[in-house]
């Protein structure tokens, strides 16, 4: 079984504060990859990496930095949280060159409140 | 760039009752078209997915999905659904099978008793 896990799960930040989400996974999937989720916006791809050491610019990636250190761990993180960074947070991981499928293995999510 | 648009936030069926939830996909090229579903409380999961082929594809639980490259649309069906299809549906898209999945905004689905 595909395996996806996120921390922390709940977060609560001070505007300007650091705040670092990860994710682990067990699946040997090349891709990874950071979403949020907003009432009437759906999931919007923030960052996303093809492999240990690389991180690509999503669609929204304003605010934000990645780190892929190895094939099993990518991070996000919010040098200067703000409100409008308040967000549920996924990341999914995906196979990649000659085996993407298009099918994405979701965390559960990390939801984070920013004051 | 790629997209796609689900019309309706919300959608209420009857337990029973038969179901579509729309989806429309902007691009030109080979759409690589998918839905997923989210429990509540839950990440995302795959419900099914289309390659170019047939245009109705099967996926999990009873639902499938209808391809249309006239009408550019990628529609989910059930003929009867279950209180446990309770969930939110999205639709996605992408582009030539690239690494990168463009999600819809989601539509809830409320099953009534």
């Known amino acids: 079984e595909a395996a996806v896990t996120q921390s922390p799960r709940n977060k609560v930040a001070v505007t300007g504060g650091k705040v670092t989400l990860s994710c682990n996974q067990t699946?040997?999937?090349?891709?990874m990859y950071w979403y949020r989720q907003d009432t009437g916006h759906g999931l919007r791809l923030i960052h996303y990496?093809?492999?240990?050491?690389?991180?690509e610019k999503g669609d929204i990636p304003d605010g934000y930095k990645a780190s892929r250190p190895s094939q099993e761990n990518f991070s996000l993180i919010l040098e200067l949280a703000t409100p409008s960074q308040t967000s549920v947070y996924f990341c999914?991981?995906?196979?990649?060159?000659?085996?993407?499928?298009?099918?994405?293995?979701f965390g559960e999510g990390s939801k984070l409140t920013v004051l | 760039a790629q997209s796609v648009t689900q019309p309706d936030a919300r959608v209420t069926v009857s337990e029973g009752a038969s179901l579509q939830l729309r989806c429309k996909y902007s691009?030109?090229?080979?759409?690589?078209l998918f839905w997923y579903v989210q429990y509540p409380r839950q990440g995302l999961q795959l419900l099914l997915k289309?390659?170019?082929?047939?245009?109705v594809v099967q996926g999990v639980n009873g639902f499938e999905a209808e391809f249309s490259k006239s009408n550019s649309s990628f529609h989910l069906r059930k003929a009867s659904v279950h209180w446990s299809d309770w969930a939110v549906y999205f639709c996605?898209?992408?582009?030539?099978?690239?690494?990168?999945?463009?999600f819809g905004t989601g539509t809830s689905l409320l099953v009534d008793p």
């Open positions: 999914a991981s995906g196979a990649g060159t000659g085996g993407f499928t298009g099918q994405l293995y």
């Open positions: 699946n040997n999937h090349n891709n």
């Open positions: 990496s093809y492999g240990a050491g690389s991180t």
């Open positions: 691009y030109f090229g080979t759409p690589y």
């Open positions: 289309y390659y170019p082929g047939d245009p």
């Open positions: 996605a898209v992408s582009m030539d099978m690239g690494y990168k999945l463009t």
